[in-house]
């Protein structure tokens, strides 16, 4: 399968001041894939080391801060000699060995000729602690499920290249419109996790996806226990628990109190900040104005959590594949829509999203493109009605206001409909 982050590998790979990456997401998202074929593709050769598997190598960088003597020990230990740039060093699983991720500080400092890349599970958690890795001396990058995009050009090559060649206010003639918005309900089910999806393309068993997507929520929660540090694991499942509840209720907004009754911020803020660390849920906050730089009027204490994967929000909430294929209204719509539309949204725009929520309206996601605000309605199906969005647009007139829905890809006065399968290409059609 093509991820989009390959050419973020290879702009690092080209960028001179370049250091080492450390690339942050949930497990299997497909970090070590990504490496891997980034280390075939673009390099003579690559050297892999895993330290979950190979605890040996640990003693190498508990006992040498040496760059040199470290890559001679690792070219030992991989049988071929490690070249500067023309060899990929990757650590994989490094949260075993903060030693090793301590090391990049040194690749930086001393051989940053040799290219280095380094990934693990849960290394969100980790690198929200200070003192924990070498702050300022290596480049992030965050690695997430499939977009909606890399799913089309994975299980509809042919679909892919039309999607591809939409550009703004094009016409999406109706049988590209009905084979995209069926892809789409295909996404909802099976969702980006590249397990899920190659499942897909090589059995078409609805089944088998369940199953996939039940074991991975095991996974999960298997790792709560065994990598919280300090925080209670106990609290950090209920609050993953808790996230159907959360938003299927009419504001979505986030109550401690829906965890445990009487729960209070103190009880699980701790629980919240690991999982958003750890790359499992994305948080969005209310602001108090919608108006540059949104950050400015975030209001700290309200906010929604979204989960990192539709496909597995799908599942959690136990939405039968019928509902969404039949185009039934059916209970969870609106909160799976915002899900996929926050999902496809967080990569394209400097500034996070947020929403925007008081006393008299909701408005579902507002965007900072530059200086400009945006205001964002989805909508799960065809329907037009969006009381509080409407008022914002005749009032305030912004230069772009987007629907997303069911409905093909046109300007309606202020208002320009997007087809969900577009969300993905929204920055290109502003």
């Known amino acids: ?37 980034f280390g075939k593709t673009q390099y003579k050769n690559y050297v892999y080391f895993n330290f979950d598997e190979e605890d040996e190598l640990k003693s190498i960088f508990e006992t040498n801060k040496n760059p040199q003597r470290i890559i001679e020990l690792l070219s030992l230990i991989s049988g071929s000699k490690i070249l500067p740039r ?94 995209l918005l069926e892809t789409y309900n295909n996404y909802l089910i099976i969702g980006g996790m590249p397990e899920c999806v190659s499942s897909w393309i090589r059995y078409k068993d609805p089944a088998r996806i369940i199953q996939i997507q039940r074991e991975l929520i095991e996974v999960y929660e298997n790792d709560f226990s065994k990598h919280n540090g300090k925080v209670n694991s106990g609290r950090i499942l209920m609050v993953f628990r808790s996230i159907v509840a959360q938003l299927a209720k009419p504001n979505e907004k986030f109550m401690y109190g829906a965890v445990r009754e009487g729960g209070r911020a103190r009880d699980f803020e701790e629980a919240i900040e690991w999982l958003v660390s750890a790359g499992m849920l994305n948080r969005v906050y209310n602001v108090s104005k919608m108006e540059h730089p949104l950050a400015a009027f975030d209001k700290l204490e309200q906010f929604k959590l979204f989960v990192f994967d539709t496909g597995l929000l799908k599942y959690m909430a136990g939405v039968d594949n019928s509902a969404i294929l039949l185009k039934a209204d059916y209970q969870f719509k609106g909160p799976l829509t915002e899900n996929y539309l926050l999902q496809q949204l967080r990569g394209q725009f400097e500034v996070v999203p947020r929403y925007f929520s008081d006393k008299t309206s909701e408005i579902d996601f507002v965007l900072q493109h530059g200086t400009e605000i945006i205001p964002v309605e989805a909508k799960g199906g065809e329907d037009k009605s969006a009381p509080s969005f409407k008022r914002y647009v005749l009032e305030h007139e912004p230069e772009h206001a987007l629907r997303f829905s069911k409905r093909g890809y046109r300007k309606d006065g202020f208002i320009t409909n997007i087809p969900l399968y577009l969300a993905t290409k929204t920055k290109e059609l502003l």
Request: hydrophobic letters at 45%.
């Open 1 to 37: 399968m093509k991820r989009n982050a390959l050419r973020d590998l290879m702009s690092w790979k080209a960028n001179a001041e370049r250091k080492p990456l450390v690339l942050k997401g949930a497990r299997q998202v497909g970090k070590t894939w990504l490496m891997k074929e």
């Open 86 to 179: 023309d060899t990929l060093i990757i650590f994989d699983e490094v949260q075993e060995c903060p030693a090793a991720l301590n090391s990049l500080k040194y690749f930086k400092e001393k051989a940053n000729e040799y290219h280095v890349i380094a990934a693990g599970s849960l290394l969100g958690t980790l690198l929200a602690q200070p003192k924990s890795y070498p702050v300022g001396m290596v480049n992030l990058l965050d690695i997430a499920p499939l977009t909606f995009d890399e799913f089309l050009e994975a299980i509809e090559p042919n679909l892919f290249i039309y999607y591809n060649s939409i550009q703004k206010d094009q016409h999406v003639e109706e049988i590209f419109h009905n084979r």
